[in-house]
């Protein structure tokens, strides 16, 4: 079973965002403005909708309020920490098998679209533009304009938002990136879509990428930069 641990932080902020819900009459003595205590609010809606609980915010409120105010609790603080850690335990593996059984629709659906290919590794793309010039190795550096997105559209990631390409080596990367990526000639466009086997798996990456998430990039492989053997040889050089 993997340990689940909740910010000491978003409790924190958690408790005094709902223990001032029952302290009205004490705003004036509030060390933060009125926009401020806002946002925690907002920041803290969005954690823990990503959790996909249902709160009962009556017992929620009530359980925040009997610890700041030292008043007898329904629970030891030990049973309370179980019982939260199981929550999150069953809500995280139900979001996980909703997310799984829609991915496989989604990769199923989208094979069978024109233009669509796929790789044996389960690696799905469209040629959007062809290149003309040398198409990179693992050891390769390149240089690449992109945006990545969910299913469902959302932007997670973009270096045209930034204005500026990336660079980084292929051996570094997530592993439908290394191989997408050497499937492309300098000068091509390409739309890659990244089962989450070939990207961050069951766990996800932070708040921004769901579990079992396939990730659709639209990428311009604009030059490939460096080889590894040629960092190898730089490196040599300067000692």
Not at 186 to 214: K, M, N
Request: with cysteine.
């Amino acid at each position: 079973m993997k340990k689940i641990i909740i910010s000491t932080w978003l409790i924190a902020a958690l408790g005094l965002a709902m223990y001032a819900e029952g302290k009205v009459e004490e705003a004036a003595g509030a060390t933060v403005d009125g926009d401020t205590s806002y946002a925690f609010g907002m920041v803290i809606g969005s954690e823990l909708k990503q959790t996909g609980i249902a709160f009962n915010y009556n017992a929620f409120t009530r359980g925040v309020r009997e610890i700041l105010e030292d008043t007898d609790t329904n629970f030891s603080m030990d049973e309370a920490v179980k019982l939260v850690q199981t929550a999150f335990l069953e809500a995280m593996t139900k979001r996980a098998e909703e997310n799984k059984a829609k991915e496989q629709e989604f990769l199923a659906e989208n094979a069978k679209k024109a233009g669509v290919q796929a790789t044996a590794s389960g690696l799905q793309y469209e040629v959007i533009i062809e290149g003309s010039g040398e198409k990179p190795q693992a050891s390769d550096t390149v240089l690449v304009h992109y945006r990545g997105t969910l299913t469902d559209g959302t932007v997670f990631d973009s270096s045209y938002d930034r204005e500026e390409p990336a660079q980084f080596p292929l051996y570094a990367v997530i592993a439908g990136w290394t191989e997408g990526i050497q499937l492309m000639n300098e000068g091509a466009c390409y739309r890659l879509y990244v089962p989450s086997g070939l990207a961050y798996g069951e766990q996800g990456a932070g708040s921004v990428i769901p579990p079992y998430s396939t990730l659709i990039f639209d990428v311009e492989l604009l030059s490939i930069l460096q080889t590894l053997d040629e960092e190898d040889d730089i490196e040599e050089e300067e000692e």
